[in-house]
């Protein structure tokens, strides 16, 4: 091929972006950053709102992330924003769960106690179960049910999005997925804002009061909340019981990807049911060297506050490709399985620390 052929074919394909991301890997890279920046901008600019909105009017940041979300759903209709919310919904939420294994240590569990440790486990067991049984009273699929069961008795939309991942779109639609989030974080705020009261009203001490707001509200920065603001002492229990859930996130979608099957419904073995997503593996691996390496107070402070901010950008761009006609048809009933898990994680947490604490 002469030199003029060469720039002939440069020429006709829009000067040769074809020929220089085969032959050279730079511009390949520069054409999918290009192609990824639309849709991660909008998210961007969307999860800094949800910030502004958390800090100055005290809204819980997953929950304005969600709302805005919806509110730009229109954003969805353009195709070019497309790869962007689909690496943050995706990318983002598989490296914020592995950083999230940066708050937790052995040591901490190790700290709750066999008989605390025995009763979370039987706990997050009830609110499971709850959840699977507000969506049958509902009229919803099972895979519904473990999604508001495990969001609820694990560590929030989180979880939800960990396990989402496992049941996939093809078993459970986005908006159902959507709403289910919507549930979960509208929960978590009630219960950071109403819990310590109760727990005052009954008369709690401090231990009971922090196993109660660790072991009851979904989100780890709410639950610790509600026990700081009881007492020192039970923000102190409640940091340890809430990390303990959060550390058993992995054995969770374990069990939930061996209860639920594979997606093409084929029988498996029972090794590859319990096979993790590799984000989970590294989850556990992070808790792993976290337990064993003396780190710096940087390091967990930095992946506090990564890990919240790539599952803000997921939940936010999973909202926004959300389908807001399916949304409204849902229903109240598609919050059933939250309502019930939530008010089993409540009177079990508090019938263990009033019992046997």
Known sequence: MTPQDINANY?????????????????????????L??????????????????????????????????????????????????????????????????????????????????????????????????????????????????????CGASAALAIYAVIGRERLNQS???????????????????YPLIAAQLAFTDKQAGFLMGAAVHDVAQSLGGGYSFSQLAGETATIVKLSRVAL?????????LAIGSTDGRSRSLASKLKLPWFIVAFFAAVAVNSVVDAPDWVAEFGLIASKAMLLFAVTATAMRSRLDLLLTQGWRALLPVILATFTAFIAAATFAWAFL
């Not at 972006?17 to 520069?30: F, G, I, Q, S, V």
């Open 37 to 154: 920046f639309p849709g991660f901008a909008v998210v961007a600019v969307a999860a800094v709102a949800a910030t502004w909105f958390s800090e100055h009017y005290g809204m819980p940041v997953i929950l304005a992330g969600l709302l805005l979300g919806l509110a730009l759903n229109f954003v969805s209709a353009e195709q070019k924003v497309h790869p962007g919310l689909d690496f943050c919904g995706t990318s983002c939420l598989r490296w914020g769960i592995v950083l999230l294994g940066t708050q937790v240590t052995a040591m901490q569990i190790g700290g709750l106690g066999a008989l605390a440790f025995l009763g979370l486990v039987g706990i997050m067991s009830l609110v499971m179960a709850a959840g699977l049984l507000g969506a049958r009273l509902g009229g919803q699929s099972s895979y519904a049910g473990w999604l508001a069961g495990g969001a609820t008795a694990i």
């Open 11 to 35: 020429i006709a394909d829009l000067y040769g972006e074809t020929y220089l991301a085969e032959d050279n890997p730079a511009p390949r890279k520069r054409l999918m950053i290009s192609a």
């Open 176 to 194: 159902q997925f959507t709403l289910i989030l919507v549930g979960v974080a509208l929960a978590s705020a009630v219960a950071m804002s109403f």
């Open 249 to 257: 996130l992995a054995p969770a979608v374990a069990l939930v990807g």
